[in-house]
């Protein structure tokens, strides 16, 4: 079975410093790996994703994320956050099969301080 | 930008009441999905729906729930008899290839059982 830990809760940060958000998985098959973010009071958007190819993904607002197979991770990062970065980030994995149904991880607050 | 929407925003109902959540997928998608985020914990996915029929489905996902694409457009999620548990914020997805493919998320429903 698959899963994705995501060992912060809340990472509270200043603003324009550097972020890092961790997320490790376990899947014994290919997995594709996503990011999504969650505003206040909104639904979930899609920042980035990996499916096969670079290791290194960009997606928008200026994050991007590493894959690393041999430490199953697939952390987030930004090297200068904004205060309008606030908001809840999800790490989800998915087996690529016929259904493609995510299994999310707990989800870090990201909480950027003036 | 084809956006997945969902209605109502929030709704309440009594215990024990059926209640009927409605979603509108991207016009071109041929897989959708339910997921829940009980509060303060991680998104739980429910069920999956391809060919009129659900393709895959959780152990959350028991006799009390169901789903239906009664017009071709439109996507449902019934709770047949709500528990108190059952509050929690759902959220519809839909992707058009079940593979290796993004789901977009609509903003959800806030279900809030008294």
């Known amino acids: 079975a698959q899963s994705v830990t995501q060992l912060d809760s809340q990472v509270p940060v200043f603003e324009e410093a550097p972020v890092e958000l961790r997320c490790n998985y376990s899947s014994s098959v290919s997995v594709y790996l996503f990011w999504y973010v969650q505003y206040p009071n909104q639904g979930l958007q899609l920042l980035l994703k990996?499916?096969?190819?670079?290791?290194l993904v960009k997606g928008i607002n200026g994050f991007e994320a590493e894959f690393n197979k041999s430490q199953t991770s697939f952390h987030l990062r930004k090297p200068s956050v904004h205060i309008s970065d606030t908001a809840e980030y999800f790490c989800a994995v998915s087996d690529g099969g016929a259904t493609n149904k995510l299994i999310f991880g707990t989800g870090t607050l990201l909480a950027v301080q003036p | 930008e084809p956006e997945v929407t969902q209605t109502p925003s929030h709704q309440v109902t009594q215990m024990g009441q059926e209640v009927i959540l409605r979603c509108v997928p991207i016009s071109n998608h041929l897989y959708f999905y339910w997921y829940r985020q009980i509060l303060g914990q991680k998104v739980e996915f429910l069920v999956s729906?391809?060919?009129?029929?659900?393709?895959?489905k959780s152990e959350i996902f028991d006799d009390q729930f169901s789903v239906e694409r009664p017009d071709g457009s439109n996507f449902t999620l019934k709770i047949r008899s709500t528990k108190l548990e059952d509050s929690a914020m759902y959220f519809c997805a839909s992707s058009d290839r079940g593979m290796n493919t993004e789901a977009f998320f609509g903003q959800g429903t806030r279900l809030t059982v008294v």
């Open positions: 990996y499916l096969s190819g670079s290791t």
């Open positions: 729906f391809y060919n009129n029929e659900i393709s895959e």
